[in-house]
C-alpha cells in the first residue's frame, strides 16, 4: 500500500510531498501511537527536525 500512495506523489513537475509517520505517545496510557501524515517535503523536514 505504502508503495502506490509514494508512486503516486512522485508526479514530475508538482510538487513535491512526504508521507511521515510520527510515533505519539498518550498522557492518559503511555502507550505509542502511530500518526500518518502526507506534507510538502520541506514542511516534512522541519517538522522532523522538531522546529
Known sequence: MAKKV???LKKEGGAKYAKVIRAVKS???GAYTFK???MLE???K???SGN
Open 6 to 8: 509514494v508512486a503516486t
Open 27 to 29: 498522557p492518559k496510557t
Open 36 to 38: 500518518e501524515e502526507i
Open 42 to 44: 520541506e514542511d516534512a
Open 46 to 48: 522541519k517538522a522532523l
